[in-house]
């Protein structure tokens, strides 16, 4: 009897890891195939006549989708702490993948003119809104299911998914440059990865609707203690906890798309790296981001994610400006070993921090509390890295202006951690 209950409970908590895994890959998966084919985007919904002003439009659809994440995460929030984590995961997830399908279908600026981009733009900001349920919505749901001891380990599969999504994501999008004609890539060729990620979504929709709710928080349900309006408690109850998850997750925010999405441009405008080498490089970082997440995650289990998150702020502030000075005259080998460096800081913090935000809550408030700090600070800081990075570089002449940056957020989180405990933290190493 004993080895059938350790038998079905294996087998929940793979459906529960795959049913995680899936709405951050396809979320990351169509964010890579987005930014790598955004050239391909300008000529489909924009007017041919200027190019550059079709991308820099192309661009601002994708930005503009960031700012409804922390609308998002306060709707998906309620949904999850009041009616449960597995209905905001299942109809997250199908918003999502409905949105991804429709923009597989639209038709071209060519074909109904001004609508195109209209109608693309309210695709990206219905993906924009849902999406951002899925992060906090699978962290919590994985915590809350993991064994007693393994929650850091079993929550940087979420980390890890955003990686794998955006991994394939750009390595579609690079073979269907080298492989597809122009012509092919403008009139169907883009279509795929949106298509692909749509059936991908109903899968997940499908795993999650069969999961049973996580047992703590049909254990919450039997008590009083329940929050009508979770936003409002949050502000209101647990102000110091909720500052300490944005300013923690704000160097995730920073860092990661500092390193994956601008650092591939950066090596090839700023410093004269060949396309196809920083590509190579970024490819390799991020299978290695991969792999070194979970062995971070794990190792929180055992030290704290306190202690790691410390580390991983502090080795930030002492590293960056070191690390990208060297980037200007690394050979290949050099700049690949470089940010190998990064992706091992990033994976320290990144390995800890699903964690780490679920245990800054209480159940009654915990995805909203993760779900609204998680996505202000990417909305306030991941969509514009890439902006004001190269704005700064713009403005000191320096290309050295974006380490500043990740060393100021770094500084302003590892603060944050500094600070007295949160009187609201749940059992854990924190």
């Known amino acids: 009897m004993k080895n059938n ?48 002003t079709a991308l820099m439009a192309t661009y601002a659809i994708f930005a503009i989708s960031f700012i409804f994440r922390p609308l998002g ?52 900001m219905i993906q924009g809104f849902s999406a951002s349920g899925e992060y906090a919505g699978a962290a919590n749901f994985l915590a809350e299911y993991a ?3 393994k929650r850091g380990l079993y929550t940087s599969l979420v980390t890890a998914s955003t990686a794998t999504g955006l991994l394939l994501g750009s390595l579609m999008a690079a073979a269907m440059f080298a492989f597809m004609s122009e012509a092919f890539l403008h009139e169907y ?28 928080f049909l254990e919450h349900q039997k008590n009083s203690n329940k929050e009508n309006f979770p936003i409002k408690a949050l502000f209101t109850q647990y102000q110091p906890a909720l500052f300490k998850a944005f300013a923690v997750a704000s160097l995730n925010a920073t860092a990661f798309y500092l390193i994956f999405s601008y650092m591939p441009n950066y090596l090839a405008t700023e410093l004269g790296v060949n396309k196809s080498q920083a590509f190579i490089s ?19 289990d055992r030290i704290g994610r306190k202690k790691m998150l410390l580390w991983a702020g502090l080795s930030f502030i002492a590293l960056t400006v070191p690390l990208f000075y060297l980037l200007s005259t690394a050979s290949f080998i050099e700049m690949v070993i470089i940010q190998l460096m990064f992706c091992t800081l990033l994976a320290m913090n990144d390995g800890s921090l699903p964690a780490y935000l679920t245990e800054q809550f209480p159940i009654q408030v915990r995805y909203t509390g993760f779900a609204f700090s998680f996505n202000t600070a ?15 570089i713009q403005q000191t002449a320096n290309t050295l202006a974006p380490s500043i940056l990740l060393v100021i957020v770094a500084i302003f989180a590892s603060m944050a951690l500094l600070e007295r405990k949160s009187h609201h933290l749940i059992n854990a190493k924190a």
């Not at 990417?378 to 700064?392: I, K, S």
């Open 5 to 52: 209950h350790q038998i079905e409970q294996k087998n929940t908590l793979r459906r529960v890891a795959s049913a995680s895994f899936i709405g951050n890959f396809v979320e990351w998966f169509d964010y890579a195939a987005y930014g790598f084919l955004a050239t391909v985007i300008a000529v489909v919904f924009f007017p041919k006549s200027d190019p550059l």
């Open 147 to 149: 064994p007693k001891g």
């Open 282 to 300: 970024g490819s390799i970082s991020l299978l290695f981001y991969i792999a070194v997440v979970f062995v971070m995650g794990k190792y929180s």
């Open 378 to 392: 990417n909305a306030l800081l991941g969509g514009t890295v890439p902006f004001v990075a190269t704005w700064l």
């Open 189 to 216: 060729g883009w279509r795929i990865p949106f298509l692909l990620a749509a059936p991908l979504g109903l899968i997940g929709y499908y795993i999650r609707v069969k999961l049973e709710e996580t047992p703590e």
């Open 73 to 124: 995460g306060i709707f998906w929030g309620h949904v999850g702490d009041k009616f449960g984590r597995k209905n905001a995961l299942s109809w997250s997830i199908i918003l999502m993948t409905l949105a991804t399908g429709c923009i597989a279908l639209l038709p071209s600026y060519q074909s109904i003119g001004i609508f195109a981009p209209i109608m693309l733009l309210i695709f990206r």
